[in-house]
Every structure is written in C-alpha cells, then in structure tokens.
C-alpha cells in the first residue's frame, strides 16, 4: 500500500520541463533530462492489512510534490536518483478494492539527470528491472476497520488480518502528516505491487510503540532512533514491567486461592503435587479451576447443611416424642 511501481518515461515537452524547472537551480533541457510516471500508492488493503483512506492519498499528493526518490530507502545522498514534479490521484474504471470501494491510486512524474552514472540505472527502468518502488511517509490515524477506534490513541481488541462476523479487520490509515520520500526497491510485499514499506516517525506526533515495534521487527539493517523515540521506548517497556509485576502478583494470589479450594474440594488430593501443576497453569486455566472448585465447595457445604438440618429435625422430633 506503501508501495507502487514505474509505469513509463515522459515525453518532455516544454509543458513538463517548466514543470521541472521549477526545482532545479539552472534551467535544464529535454535532452539533459530523463522523466518517467509512478504510481506511488493506492487505497487497497495491502497484505500487512492496512490501506490508505482517499482523503490521504490526497492530502499526499501534495506532500509528495518535490520529494525525492533513492534506492533501497537509503538516507545518504549518493543513492538520490530522482525528484517528483508533479502528482495527482486517478480513479481505475472498473476496479475495487479489497473492502468493495472504488479503487484510486498516487500517481507521479519523476525526473532524472542523464549522465554516466544514471544511464545504467535509465536502462534498467526502460527495461523492467527497476520498477518497484516503495513510499516512506507518516501519518497522523490508524482506525480499526471494527470498531472505528483510533488504535494509536485507544485499545483495540481487533487483530489485522482476523476475522469478525464474516468480515476481515484491517487498519484505515487516515491524516497524512508528512511525506518523506520513495525509493527503488527490491523484495515485494504487496499483492499487486510487491514492495518493501517503510514507516516514519516525527518527533512532533504521539509515538505509537505498535508501530515502532513492527519497524524494528520488518528492518533487516540497522535502525536509528531519536532521542524522543528512545525515550518513548524506554517509557513504554518500564510500563510493561509495571504491568507484568501485577500480573505476576495477581497470578502468585490466585494460585494460592486455587489450591487452598482444591484442598476442600479434594481433601484425599496430594496438595503439594497439585501446587507444584497450578504454578505453571495459565491464568486461564486457574480461573477456570477454581471456578470449579468454588462450585463443588458450594455444593458440599449447601450438602452438609441440609444434613444438619435434617438431623436437628429428627433430634426435635424424637424430643417432642
């Protein structure tokens, strides 16, 4: 979704090089220049279960006006290759998406310089080779397709990919806050396109550690973190040993509680076996047990009552004969 693919070159007419020249320094000409179509990305679900809503694809075209294409999502500025002068969204007749919405894609002209060191990577567009390419961008939204909650402000129960009531949940990214730039890529992702994604993160928006988990697990180099990012990380992983420090007392107390019932319960139980199988039951599981315990509890005190009850009766009885 984050993704695309070249389509063709550009034939540079006086139109398409003012357009160009609007971002160089000096003035260039048809023959100096190499320009090509993009489409950048679309609003299908991809195959992480995650698509663009149509007002972000318009709120990128925008963004993504000027911005320039690398190789491989590398940020040194001798695998720039190319710059963006001109976007716009386009309807495809006929086709729709995943979730049954008309299907729009991010279109774009690029332009190269036509030099020594580009003419092998020109070739290479002209003839298939460098085609995918992959968008970097952040935004400012991710709602759950189920619930409508916004997962990076709320709690979402809702797993991408699940089913629910017969139908798949996936995440609408929505509010574009930046465009960053696209890259020639390699190894697909996406059923259509097939492309690596690449996800920013600005220091000015909330930080969503469900994001930054899943860029640290799909990078396959090294990963670079600003000090607010770092700090977030830090922030959110003493907050899960908070948690896990409760859960572990919580499970500790209810442990206890399922073999003192099973004690009652089951007075000819070896109690200490039965300790040492409820420590490695799942919370689950202890519920589940002492769920059961309570029940057989209740019925044998309700039992013994009856049966006391019955006696006095017949102590009444026998008095008043």
Request: proline share 1%.
């Amino acid at each position: 979704m984050r993704e695309g693919f070249t389509i063709k070159s550009v034939e540079l007419t006086e139109q398409e090089l003012e357009k160009i020249n609007t971002f160089t320094r000096t003035p260039f000409d048809a023959d100096r220049l190499y320009a090509f179509n993009l489409a950048l990305c679309n609003n299908d679900v991809d195959r992480d279960f995650e698509k663009f809503s149509l007002e972000a694809l318009q709120e990128l075209s925008q963004m993504f006006l000027g911005r320039t294409g690398i190789k491989d999502h590398s940020m040194k500025s001798s695998d720039q290759t190319a710059r963006i002068y001109d976007t716009w969204v386009e309807r495809v007749d006929g086709r729709k998406t995943a979730d049954g919405e008309d299907f729009y894609r991010l279109m774009a002209k690029a332009y190269m310089v036509r030099n020594d060191e580009t003419e092998g990577f020109i070739t290479e567009i002209e003839a298939g080779i460098k085609k995918e390419v992959s968008v970097s961008c952040s935004m400012g939204k991710s709602i759950c397709s189920v619930c409508g909650k916004d997962r990076r402000q709320e709690r979402c129960e809702h797993i991408p990919g699940k089913v629910y009531n017969g139908k798949t949940a996936f995440v609408i990214l929505s509010d574009a806050r930046d465009a960053y730039e696209f890259s020639f890529v390699a190894v697909p992702a996406q059923r259509e396109a097939g492309v690596t994604k690449t996800f920013k993160f600005s220091e000015k928006e909330a930080l969503n550690m469900e994001e930054i988990i899943k860029t640290l697990k799909d990078c396959t180099d090294s990963v670079v973190l600003t000090r607010a990012q770092a700090e977030s990380a830090v922030e959110y992983i003493e907050s899960l040993k908070d948690e896990a420090k409760l859960g572990s007392e919580y499970k500790k107390s209810l442990t206890d509680e399922v073999v003192r019932l099973c004690a009652v319960a089951m007075p000819n139980m070896d109690i200490e076996t039965f300790k040492g199988v409820a420590q490695v039951m799942t919370a689950k599981e202890l519920l589940s047990f002492k769920k059961a315990f309570s029940k057989t509890n209740y019925e044998k005190s309700a039992s013994l009552q009856i049966k006391e009850n019955g006696n006095k009766d017949n102590q009444f009885n026998q008095f008043k004969m």
